[in-house]
Structure formats: C-alpha cells, structure tokens
C-alpha cells in the first residue's frame, strides 16, 4: 500500500511531529502542502491530510490543496490535526472532510489531539504537547489505519 500525508505544520511544528509518526509507522511519503505535485496523488493508495487547527478549521494551505485536487473516486483519505482544544468532538475537522468528499474520497479515519497553542495568550496552553503519550496514540491510530485499509482489500 503506497501513502501520501500532506500537512501543514506552524509555528511551534506540532503537526509535523504527529504526521513524522504517522509517515514512520505508515512508510508514508510526507510532503508540505506547499510542495504538493498534485499529479502524484494519483500514484497512492491511502493518503493523510493535517495541519493545525485555525479558528476552528484546518490550515488555508491544506484547504487550499483539498479544493484544487481532482477527483477521485474512492480513492482512501484520513484527516489528522493538533489543536488548542478536541478538534473533533468540535467539528473542527467538517471543512476539511466535507471538501475531500465532494472530490470522491473515502475518509477511513481521523485523529486529534492537543498542541502548544499561543493563539490566545503569550504563555500558551497546553505546554509540551503533543507528548510522548500523544505520539503513542497516534502511532496506534496509525496501526488502525492500516488493519482496516487491508482489511478492505481482502
């Protein structure tokens, strides 16, 4: 199974740590939003979506990508974020999931957890996170991505 992630990571690269885990346990290609050739997502199997959450949204440059890609029928997708609160629980990932549907994909899973924020206030929520038991999670999400798309292609 060939996996694309392409994220988005800001300020304090919180989501460039979750998607590293992600691309190590999936034996994904990572690449940055802004250096994705869209022509290449066509070459994978399962590909994974994430940035950080904005004002209760996904990054303008992973929206961005999700509106210019093609269509794709069936084509597998997962949506991942860090965020100052449960993104969600919030509906904070809807934007993004709605934009790749329209386009055909397939969302097989999604997964959040919290990031250091300074969106609010200088100090910052959620200091040292995501942590090492977030990255744990994630890596288990991983895995969980990967029983159920093989289970499917059976």
Known sequence: MKTLIVYHSEHHMNTEKVARVLAEVLNAELVKAIDLELDSVKEYDLIGFGSGVFWGKHHENILRVADILPHFSG?????????????ISRGYHDVLKSKLALKGF?????WNC???DTAISA?????????????????????????GVLQTKE
């Open 114 to 116: 919290l990031g250091f």
């Open 75 to 87: 084509k597998k997708t997962f949506v991942f974020s860090t965020s100052g609160a449960d993104a």
């Open 106 to 110: 397939e969302i097989v899973g999604e």
């Open 123 to 147: 100090e910052g929520i959620n200091q040292g996170r995501p942590n090492d038991d977030d990255l744990r999670r994630v890596r288990e999400f991983a895995l969980s991505l990967l029983r």
